[in-house]
């Protein structure tokens, strides 16, 4: 047998593991394990982009390593999160096939799945060679969280009002059309300047990336500046781009007079009692990369599902406003509802907001990051992936399958 196929046999071995008893399934395969670095122990690589599939497993849990980043410290004492005494077994159904999540992990490229009900951990499994301890990059999801340190600002005063337009608090933008963006259409993706975000093509995101991670860095207010074509007024078309969280970002700096990575250990990483440290990547003048670049354990990103699954609270302890979370997770214009900005989503502050009777939302970002977070159920599901595509897999629909079922399992219905 040649050492491709032992490979993709122990894969499947691995990936078919069951929960023993409580605590996490470890498993040193994956599905295409030889193509993602098996046999070279998941090799990190240099900082090529894009990421090429041999390294993608390695880069994704060693992203800190590879660029400058601040720490959010965790806490003394982590809050409780249990396993839950079984694991979970759930049967969906996607396209017409019974399907359970042995099957989905034994398909899907997923490095961690995490699920969570009434605060037990009733699902922990990594594969890969990943663990517990590794810190899986957000990618987008860090957005969700910019999203929610505004709300904390503006309840602390630091922020007087999401009408406010940018350049309030960065004076660099004073003169350009994202300084005279109020601070809400960013929240909401919808600032009207002409931006555009792809992932399989040059793009307005593959420039700005180079001018804050490149040696000739202008500064991230001028390198936001040089997006200046205004095609539609604020707030009235939504249109996804990265940089409106980068603007958010210096104007978050800015009211708190104190780095993101600080503002986000003080007011929400400490707070949750987070049980690892977590990381934010820099740009080259030492500016956090807001849209982006967050790493954490896979129970902490968790955790933080939680506290948006508590309407801001986590054990007993309000950490953002329980109003900016229920504003920040309904569409709040006709313009963000679900089936008129993307099909199956929609989008609040900084966060997507899923097609359902219920009230749901997500953090979501490139290659398969998401976290689905279910309030009413009590649930939360985390996932971490090194997709090929970055955008628009099937996968997502499936994932999308799966926990649909496991809102039938505890919810009792849609």
Known sequence: MTRLAILSALSMFFASAVWAGPGPVLSPGGPDAAAYGAAEGYPVGSRAVPVPQFSMVGHFTHFNEKYRHRIAARPASPSPLPWAAEALTLPYTHAGTRRDLTDYLSRHPATGLLIVHAGQIVFEHYQYGRTDRDRFLSQSMAKTIVGMLVGIAVQEGAIRSIDQPARDYVPALAGTEYGATPIRALLHMASGVAYKEVYDA??????????????????????????????????????????????????????????????????????????????????????????????????????????????????????????????????????????????????????????SPRRQFAFLGIHGQAIYVDPAAKLVLVHTAVRLKPSNDPAAAELRSLWDALVERYAGGR
């Open 202 to 355: 040059p793009g307005d995101n593959q420039r700005l990336s180079r001018m804050l991670f490149g040696s000739a860095n202008p500064g991230p207010a001028r390198a936001v500046a040089s997006f200046n074509t205004r095609e539609v007024p604020p707030d009235t078309r939504f249109n996804y781009a990265g940089v409106e969280t980068e603007v958010l970002g210096l104007v978050l700096t800015a009211a708190t007079r104190m780095p993101l990575t600080e503002y986000f250990r003080t007011r929400i990483w400490q707070p949750m009692g987070a049980e690892a440290d977590a990381t934010w990547t820099l740009d080259t003048t030492g500016q956090e990369v807001a849209y982006c670049c967050v790493t954490a354990v896979l129970r902490d990103w968790a955790r933080l599902g939680l506290v948006l699954a508590g309407e801001g609270a986590w054990n007993g302890r309000q950490i953002v406003p329980r109003q900016w979370v229920l504003d920040a997770t309904t569409v709040q214009a006709p313009f963000l509802a679900p089936g008129t900005m993307r099909r199956g989503f929609g989008y609040g502050y900084q966060t997507w907001i899923l097609a």
